[in-house]
């Protein structure tokens, strides 16, 4: 399949960043798009991501090779029946939602599994829309794949090394293999993480001492909580069953540790936790998860008025972005006083090594 014309539909930060990956690195490629903020389109056009900008999703769609539905999971089904009667016969249509079951349940009811390609690229960041979209988005991220039972093996086949050629690492796994897997791995993370959140905040007093200490690991941990309620409140939704199935398994073994608290059982808590830290230090660091990695180290100062200053004059100086810096009150399992966050993991290392020349004393974790 020679791919020439892909359309999307919706173009925020993950859209938007697919398709400036798709003019980066195949600038021939041509791109037309629809969203309903008109002047984030005229945006992309004038940026020369887009070079057809549609008002509606109508017949022009009938060009492309393939679409992206990028628009919010609740939203996509409706666009699915308007384009069914004018895609071309070998068109792929594929969408970036972070549930699967859901999508292909409504591509079946459609008649329309010959053409769809089901797809999640396990990136984002904390913030959204297209003017936070980056061609590097996807880079190095896993970038499921989940194909129809009925898409020619052939689509495939060209789908496949088409996300590779956008940098993104594609997995091919079957829709409910996926949805389970990402209920253990992402959606039971973000609802530990607000539950936690909400139970210090629950648990504080008055004066908001809870909240004052909490920074640091607590914060660390709990960054997740931050993301979007709207989008992880459909996401909970769609993938109803798999989340209760692992929420069940997880209330078990907490369930079984108050036993051991409660019985003093050191052999089984030290158990727990070597396994946690085991498994734990066995994950591999090398590529994007479905949770946004965090770019940060701690760093030793001397607390001296201009010291923050001329550190982030020194990052400025190398070209590098901070998207955060702040002081460690709370060092009972930090390295130093200052924690930097950088936006990738480029700039990272570019810190890192520049703050290392200038004799500062750099932790890494």
């Given at each position: 399949m ?5 359309g ?35 945006e992309?056009?004038n940026e020369g ?5 549609c008002?509606a ?10 679409i992206f539905l ?7 089904a ?9 895609i ?6 594929t969408d ?7 999508i ?12 769809f ?27 499921i ?9 052939a689509a ?12 993104a ?7 409910r293999?996926?949805?389970?897997i ?28 809870m909240?004052?200490?909490a ?10 909580a ?7 409140q ?37 158990r ?13 660091d ?7 990695k ?12 201009g ?9 400025a ?20 006083v200052?924690?930097?966050?950088l936006?990738?993991?480029?700039s ?5 090594e ?12």
């Amino acid at each position: 399949m020679n791919i020439k014309t892909v359309g999307f539909v919706g173009l925020g930060l993950i859209g938007g960043s697919i398709a400036k990956a798709v003019k980066a690195f195949h600038p021939e490629i041509q791109i037309m798009a629809y969203m309903r903020t008109a002047d984030t389109l005229i945006e992309a056009a004038n940026e020369g991501t887009v070079d057809i900008a549609c008002t509606a999703v109508d017949d022009q769609f009938s060009a492309c090779d393939c679409i992206f539905l990028c628009a919010p999971v609740s939203t996509n089904a409706s666009y699915l029946e308007a384009l069914k009667p004018v895609i071309k016969e070998d068109c792929i249509l594929t969408d970036v939602g972070s549930t699967k079951t859901d999508i292909h349940e409504r591509v079946t009811a459609l008649g329309l599994e010959a053409h769809f390609i089901g797809g999640h690229p396990m990136a984002g960041s904390e913030k959204t829309g297209y003017a936070n979209a980056k061609p590097h988005l996807i880079e190095n991220a896993y970038y499921i794949i989940t194909p129809s039972a009925q898409v020619p093996k052939a689509a495939v086949d060209a789908f496949v090394p088409f996300i590779a050629s956008l940098k993104a690492l594609p997995l091919v796994l079957d829709y409910r293999q996926h949805d389970f897997i990402t209920a253990s791995v992402s959606h039971l993370p973000h609802l530990i993480a607000s539950s936690l959140v909400n139970l210090v905040h629950q648990l504080d007093g008055e004066e908001e001492l809870m909240k004052r200490i909490a920074a640091g690991g607590f914060k660390d941990i709990t960054r997740i909580a931050s993301s979007s309620p709207e989008m992880w409140q459909q996401i909970c939704i769609t993938n109803k069953s798999n989340l209760i199935q692992v929420l069940d398994r997880c209330l078990e073994q907490l369930a079984a540790v108050r036993v051991q608290l409660e019985t003093e059982d050191a052999d089984g808590l030290y158990r727990f936790f070597e396994a946690s830290r085991d498994y734990r230090n066995s994950i591999p660091d090398s590529s994007s998860g479905p949770i946004k990695k965090m770019y940060a180290f701690y760093c030793d100062m001397v607390d001296e008025a201009g010291g923050i200053a001329a550190l982030a004059t020194i990052l400025a100086a190398g070209g590098i972005s901070l998207k955060n810096i702040g002081i460690i009150h709370n060092r009972e399992f930090e390295e130093a006083v200052l924690k930097v966050e950088l936006y990738d993991e480029d700039s990272y290392k570019k810190a890192v090594e520049l703050l290392r020349k200038y004799r500062y004393t750099i932790y890494e974790r």
